[in-house]
């Protein structure tokens, strides 16, 4: 692992948008009892084709993780790297082969056994680090582990791929690197916890992730609640259903990285504002909604609501313990121009959300685009754990 001991003396390089420039060759100081000056080789990684605030790196553990994974990799996210126990899954996947990496531990997987999960990680654990200097590079501020809870892979893995995330992120320099790492982990549906060890695995590694998120040693956890989503989209086909849902969770976690890093002649929610959030602590949650009568003036403030209770990321927060939290407004050029009493109504919906979140700090963006529809999309921080969903798991 020199590669990694080298770049401890490196610190991140560029701004927050999506550099394209490489990184040029760093010397070393000189030594006079050896009377040359050798270079040291740095890396930039995998290069994004994401302009948004924050430079994200991804590790998907499982099948579930893997999926979350290659949806962000459509999205122009680069800095991935997909780990399984099963070599067919990692076949299935649509990413470059050397973003992949199979944890060989015999018996093709591990099934749902925890254990084999942690014992996977801790085996490939200089492999891991190994392809994540080559793929991510120095040139990233944040590191998000994705996994499904239940399963052995991915339930097992997690803990292990937070703390090796975790430990590149201060080999490369970043300032207080447990927050540099978040988790984003999905919950199974009713009919997959109706298997006792699929349920126990979940509740397990959900209940030891959020008290690490609360005490500050990761940020965020993203739970997204597959049962919720079941309910929310009772009509897709099989074929439609895995792909529609990872598509519409990363679209939702890349809207607020995107829009933050955009200027607006309105109100700017900027980069220290997302990277507020994300970096709180705890849970975070968000949500979208499209407004149709946005001549109401209570329409935005109800679709603010409605953000945080149809998400399709887990519900039965509580929301008045968020630290932070973010509303953005996006309309059209032509509403933004002609419609009356619009800013009095982004107004009211601004101080809802500073009312459902008690005395968190609340930030706002006003944006218009080409599109004559009205979208309020709401994002909370710092939040504690919906213990009460957590619960529904070992009944």
């Not at 955009?262 to 709180?280: G, K, L, N, V």
């Amino acid at each position: 692992m020199s590669k990694v001991k080298t770049q401890r003396r490196c610190k991140p390089t560029g701004g927050r948008g999506r550099g394209a420039a490489s990184v040029a060759d760093e010397p070393v100081p000189a030594l006079e009892m050896e009377g040359f000056e050798p270079e040291v080789e740095t890396s930039a990684g995998q290069q994004d084709q994401v302009a948004g605030a924050v430079r994200y790196a991804w590790l998907g553990a499982g099948q579930c993780g893997g999926r979350l994974v290659k949806a962000f990799h459509d999205l122009g996210y680069r800095k991935l790297l997909a780990v399984n126990t099963t070599r067919r899954d990692l076949d299935l996947l649509d990413v470059p082969a050397g973003q992949k990496l199979l944890m060989d531990i015999g018996a093709e997987g591990a099934g749902k056994d925890m254990e084999r999960g942690r014992g996977a990680v801790d085996q490939y654990d200089q492999e891991i680090l190994h392809r994540m200097e080559e793929i991510v590079g120095h040139d990233v501020d944040h590191i998000m582990v994705c996994f499904g809870a239940g399963g052995g892979t991915g339930s097992g893995s997690a803990a292990g791929l937070v703390e090796l995330a975790r430990r590149y992120a201060r080999s490369i320099g970043l300032k207080d690197p447990a927050r540099r790492v978040g988790v984003m982990m999905t919950l199974p549906t009713a009919g997959e916890s109706s298997s006792p060890r699929v349920a126990q695995n979940a509740y397990t590694v959900a209940s030891e992730l959020s008290l690490l998120a609360w005490q500050n040693k990761l940020s965020p956890l993203v739970i997204v609640d597959n049962d919720k989503i079941r309910h929310v989209h009772p009509n897709l086909t099989v074929k439609q259903f895995w792909p529609t849902v990872n598509r519409t969770v990363a679209g939702l976690f890349d809207v607020f990285n995107r829009l933050s890093y955009r200027p607006s002649e309105y109100t700017t929610f900027d980069p220290t504002d997302y990277y507020s959030i994300i970096m709180a602590g705890g849970c975070a949650v968000m949500g979208l909604t499209q407004v149709r009568d946005y001549r109401d003036k209570f329409a935005i403030s109800r679709a603010i609501k409605q953000n945080l209770e149809q998400t399709l990321l887990a519900g039965q927060f509580d929301l008045s313990r968020a630290k932070v939290a973010g509303s953005i407004i996006v309309g059209g050029r032509r509403m933004m121009e002609t419609v009356p009493g619009l800013q009095d109504a982004i107004d009211f919906g601004f101080d809802i959300l500073a009312d459902i979140t008690g005395q968190a700090t609340v930030h706002r963006g006003i944006y218009e685009d080409n599109r004559e529809v009205l979208r309020v999309y709401t994002i909370l921080g710092g939040l504690p754990a919906p213990t009460a969903r957590l619960e529904q798991l070992r009944r």
